[in-house]
């Protein structure tokens, strides 16, 4: 389907509809998601400490609430082992690493354009001034 249909059939219609990966980019872009689970995917299982020290400006409110989320979602499996003292590991589900190739051809694309999206900005600015 060309653009101009595209954009016709989606016209007035509820944006989830228009653009079916909204959902998606709510869940797995929202501001700490990514690192978490770039960390996970990296660095394997993880206790909480672990991983506030490899994402260093996360509080550890916000990481604990990123954490539920993304378990509640299955991106993320939480091990409780009852020992003394209680340890707590994350990792990354096979859900959450089904995301991989998602983020290895992101990675990919900020290599070769983020260079250009910042010339971009310059230019913008320095022709607003």
Same mark, same amino acid.
């Given at each position: 389907? &060309?653009?101009? @249909?595209?954009?016709?059939?989606?016209?007035?219609? @509820?944006?989830?509809?228009?653009?079916?990966?909204?959902?998606?980019?709510?869940?797995? =872009?929202?501001?700490?998601?990514?690192?978490?689970?770039?960390?996970?995917?990296?660095?394997?299982?993880?206790? =909480?400490?672990?991983?506030?020290? +490899?994402?260093? +400006?996360?509080?550890?409110?916000?990481?604990?609430?990123?954490?539920?989320?993304?378990?509640?979602?299955?991106?993320?499996?939480?091990?409780?082992?009852?020992?003394?003292?209680? +340890?707590?590991?994350?990792?990354?589900?096979?859900?959450?690493?089904?995301?991989?190739?998602? =983020? &290895?051809?992101?990675?990919?694309?900020?290599?070769?354009?983020?260079?250009?999206?910042?010339?971009?900005?310059? @230019?913008?600015?320095?022709?607003?001034?």
């Amino acid at each position: 389907m &060309a653009v101009k @249909d595209m954009r016709a059939a989606t016209a007035g219609t @509820d944006p989830e509809v228009a653009c079916p990966i909204g959902p998606v980019v709510d869940i797995v =872009f929202s501001r700490w998601t990514t690192p978490i689970l770039w960390s996970l995917h990296t660095h394997g299982r993880q206790r =909480f400490v672990e991983l506030e020290r +490899r994402i260093a +400006r996360i509080t550890p409110k916000v990481l604990t609430q990123r954490l539920r989320q993304l378990e509640r979602d299955g991106l993320v499996v939480r091990t409780y082992h009852p020992e003394v003292p209680p +340890r707590v590991e994350y990792e990354i589900s096979e859900l959450g690493r089904s995301l991989g190739p998602l =983020f &290895a051809h992101l990675a990919e694309w900020s290599a070769d354009n983020l260079e250009k999206v910042e010339q971009s900005r310059h @230019d913008y600015d320095a022709d607003s001034a």
